[in-house]
């Protein structure tokens, strides 16, 4: 388990030579460049889209924070730990508007022991109450990694077969106390299907990169604080199902939802298709989105493959992101109006 090939690890590679991104226009202007990074960046969530992949909709996650003194450093504004739980606050509300018929929980970790800030619960305001309380928490010692996975397993391990088990760290500090061998407690993650992630806020960790390595989980250092919320809205859209997990819901007894939450649910099961991305100059029909009915000003449009209306990349990503069905099909075909 402890092998791993040398390397460059993947946030390095991205990094090198960057300069050469860079072009001038004939204005000498590098306008050009950059508004072409910020397209290609708003696109990406679309281009990771996995498509007809069955997702784990009912979810048991429990988010670890990291609550060592490396979390008082400032260089996340005004500091990590403030920075982290105002970010974790969003993620909670998306979470529960993705996932609505799932559950999280907190836990905190410090002076070497692990706490529960709150318990598995479907509850988003109970969570996001604790983790405004928590900014008044002082940050002390050397965080347990062991301790906190412990305390999650200890739970997780008996959840239903036919939901998700994972694990969120946000890890701060670069060093772990630990009353025993992580490594076997690894082992014992994989074989209870206990998915780890781990967002860093310092360096590369390895024993954060085999635990991830070795859960089916995964392992990014943050950015700058934008790219933080990027990695920790990647967790907000439910992972791929397990293929052994179960899929008899009514066998295993699901617990009973609201209609609305079922619905607000189904976009996972069919995901929208990605619209095809076809260059403005290429585009033959009329120059106006579908969608806003704005001009079209974007380098490309985006056409959807059913009802072939054209979209802007704005409308595209919230088609995708936030509406989960495409306008033009709704409009063509209408629901049926009941009597």
């Excluded at 760290?169 to 025993?180: G, I």
């Excluded at 403005?280 to 449009?301: A, F, P, S, W």
Aim: hydrophobic share 35%; with cysteine.
């Amino acid at each position: 388990m402890d092998d791993e090939p040398e390397r460059t690890k993947s946030w390095e590679g991205g990094y090198e030579r960057t300069w050469e991104i860079l072009k001038e226009d004939e204005s000498g202007s590098l306008k050009a460049t950059i508004e072409d990074i910020l397209f290609k960046a708003k696109r990406k969530r679309l281009y990771e889209h996995h498509g007809q992949v069955r997702l784990g909709m009912m979810r048991h996650l429990y988010v670890v924070v990291d609550g060592s003194r490396t979390m008082e450093d400032r260089d996340l504004k005004p500091n990590r730990l403030t920075c982290t739980l105002k970010l974790l606050e969003y993620s909670v509300e998306e979470y529960f508007d993705q996932n609505p018929i799932s559950q999280i929980g907190l836990i905190v970790t410090k002076s070497k022991r692990a706490e529960k800030m709150t318990e598995l619960s479907g509850r988003e305001k109970k969570h996001v109450t604790a983790l405004k309380k928590a900014v008044d928490m002082n940050c002390s010692g050397e965080p347990s990694l062991y301790n906190s996975l412990n305390l999650a397993m200890q739970t997780l391990k008996h959840m239903p077969g036919h939901t998700s088990r994972e694990v969120l760290v946000v890890l701060s500090s670069l060093t772990t106390c630990d009353p025993a061998n992580i490594y076997d407690l690894i082992k014992c993650l994989k074989a209870v299907k206990i998915r780890v992630s781990v967002i860093g806020l310092s360096a590369e960790v390895r024993v954060c990169t085999v635990l991830a390595r070795e859960t089916g989980g995964t392992y990014h250092i943050i950015l700058d604080e934008s790219h933080y919320k990027e990695l920790l809205m990647h967790h907000v859209s439910p992972p791929p199902a397990s293929s052994t997990s179960e899929c008899s819901l009514i066998r295993m007894g699901l617990t009973l939802v609201s209609a609305p939450h079922l619905a607000r649910s189904y976009h996972h099961l069919f995901p929208l298709d990605a619209f095809q991305e076809v260059p403005l100059e290429e585009y033959k029909g009329e120059r106006y989105c579908q969608g806003c009915q704005g001009e079209m000003k974007d380098q490309n449009v985006y056409i959807c493959k059913v009802c072939q209306n054209a979209f802007c990349v704005e409308c595209d990503l919230f088609v995708h992101d936030s509406l989960h069905c495409c306008p033009g099909c709704i409009h063509e075909h209408p629901a049926p109006v009941s009597v």
